[in-house]
T-cell receptor
Framework: NAGVTQTPKFQVLKTGQSMTLQCAQD?????MYWYRQDPGMGLRLIYY???????DKGEVPNGYNVSRLNKREFSLRLESAAPSQTSVYFC???????????FGEGSRLTVL | QKEVEQNSGPLSVPEGAIASLNCTYS??????FFWYRQYSGKSPELIMF????GDKEDGRFTAQLNKASQYVSLLIRDSQPSDSATYLC??????????FGAGTTVTVRA
């Protein structure tokens, strides 16, 4: 079982470059999330998609865009990367039973 | 005030001792509460889920919830070196948004 798959796992960008983080889940979950994790700050919600066709801002949406491509896939785009976006990004999904989040392995992004 | 506050670490305990982790939250609408464990360089994994006031035990882990005081805790009994990790508290509101605390790092000394 793949669960939640994120790509790429590592990426180095220069300031101003753009990129898209891909996320796919094979658990038939309705809701998907993008978090970022910085040292000492825990996980902060960037965007989430409660169901296919909807997306909503989380705690720290500035500088990011998302697309819920279908029920399985939820991508995160950085249009013009900034050093402040250097972080580890986690995609997660949940079904409706308990709300437990299942996480991908994370994507480590460095912006120079 | 942050939505979720956890006791600051790192918390160092000897092997076999009890590690006590605390979490307070500000959203009174929070219905259920998750404790995740995160090893260094890995993604978070669920270890406990509680939604009723009182205690819930699962092996060496006990979660305690007091909604009136907006407080949830996690006890790790008979701590083992494999318990060395960061523990994240996450209350869930009705809309399935989970807010995470900054985490408490636990180190179990052999």
């Amino acid at each position: 079982n793949a669960g939640v798959t994120q790509t790429p796992k590592f990426q180095v960008l220069k300031t101003g470059q753009s990129m898209t983080l891909q996320c796919a889940q094979d658990m038939n979950h309705n809701s998907m999330y993008w978090y970022r994790q910085d040292p000492g700050m825990g996980l902060r919600l960037i965007y989430y998609s409660a169901s296919e066709g909807t997306t909503d801002k989380g705690e720290v949406p500035n500088g990011y865009n998302v697309s819920r491509l279908n029920k399985r896939e939820f991508s995160l785009r950085l249009e013009s990367a900034a050093p402040s976006q250097t972080s580890v990004y986690f995609c997660a999904s949940t079904g409706r039973a308990t709300g437990e989040l299942f996480f991908g392995e994370g994507s480590r992004l460095t912006v120079l | 005030q942050k939505e979720v506050e956890q006791n600051s670490g790192p918390l160092s305990v000897p092997e076999g001792a009890i590690a006590s982790l605390n979490c307070t939250y500000s959203d009174r609408g929070s219905q259920s509460f998750f404790w995740y464990r995160q090893y260094s360089g890995k993604s978070p994994e669920l270890i406990m889920f509680i939604y009723s006031n009182g205690d819930k035990e699962d092996g060496r882990f006990t979660a305690q919830l007091n909604k009136a005081s907006q407080y949830v805790s996690l006890l790790i009994r008979d701590s083992q070196p494999s318990d060395s990790a960061t523990y994240l508290c996450a209350p869930r509101a009705n809309d399935y948004k989970l807010s995470f605390g900054a985490g408490t790092t636990v180190t179990v000394r052999a």
